[in-house]
């Protein structure tokens, strides 16, 4: 079955960097986009890129540009979410969700994981 | 890169019909028909209810609905129910490539 399991909850110090995995199964990698989205608390939704592992892309949300990059291990279907030069506003919970090519919606999400910035 | 425009919050008593807008720009909701929209009910995962302005996945009720007018796409929830309580959110593809979510709609059974 299609499992999308990412890494445990985190906590870094204001300025750290962080790195959020979420180790795919159950479907052929190559076939479906690997978004990232994040939650901060009582908050919406937020777009930050997306990996596109039919050919290897990213593209990064504007607001993100500077500070996300998104890798992949192709042995092991994981895609890689690291966020550099945290601040507080940064504590959320951070979605990983998968779109298949062509189809333009994310049908299948990631458990989240706890980002907690603070001092 | 804002969020797309959607109402706080909607209401509705058992039974009505709601709708939930979502306003954008000619370079996302109007400029495509790659708009979906996710519910995420309480402590929840979202979970698709729309796709591609009008489509519903396979198992969502017949209930929902999708349209879209211009640069503003709208879901329609017929037949209110105490389980449609919840946040709704759209997302747009835009023409960067990108993609956007509205800014979140909490939707309330009175």
């Known amino acids: 079955q299609v499992q999308l399991v990412q890494s445990g909850a985190e906590v870094r110090k204001p300025g750290a960097s962080v790195k959020v995995s979420c180790k795919t199964s159950?479907?052929?990698?190559?076939?479906?986009?690997i978004h990232w989205v994040r939650q901060a608390p009582g908050e919406g939704l937020e777009w930050m890129g997306i990996?596109?592992?039919?050919?290897?892309?990213?593209i990064y949300a504007r607001n993100f540009q500077d500070r996300i990059t998104l890798t992949s291990d192709t042995s092991t279907s994981t895609v890689f979410m690291e966020l550099s030069s945290l601040r507080s506003e940064d504590t959320a919970v951070y979605y990983c969700?998968?779109?298949?090519?062509?189809?333009?919606?994310?049908?299948?999400w990631g458990q989240g994981t706890l980002v907690t910035v603070s001092s | 890169q804002s969020a797309l425009t959607q109402p706080a919050s909607v209401s509705g008593s058992p039974g009505q019909s709601i709708t939930i807008s979502c306003t954008g720009t000619s370079s996302d909701v109007g400029g495509y028909n790659h708009v979906s929209w996710y519910q995420q009910l309480p402590g929840k995962d979202p979970k698709v209810m729309i796709l591609?302005?009008?489509n519903r996945p396979f198992g969502v009720s017949t209930r929902f609905s999708g349209s879209k007018s211009g640069n503003t796409a709208s879901l329609t929830i017929s037949g209110l129910q105490p389980e449609d309580e919840g946040d709704y959110y759209c997302?747009?593809?835009?023409?960067?490539?990108?993609?956007?979510f509205g800014s979140g709609t909490r939707v309330t059974v009175l």
């Open positions: 997302k747009s593809y835009q023409s960067s490539g990108t993609y956007v």
């Open positions: 591609e302005v009008t």
């Open positions: 990996f596109k592992s039919d050919i290897g892309d990213t």
């Open positions: 969700a998968r779109e298949g090519v062509g189809t333009w919606y994310l049908d299948f």
């Open positions: 159950g479907y052929t990698f190559t076939n479906y986009l």
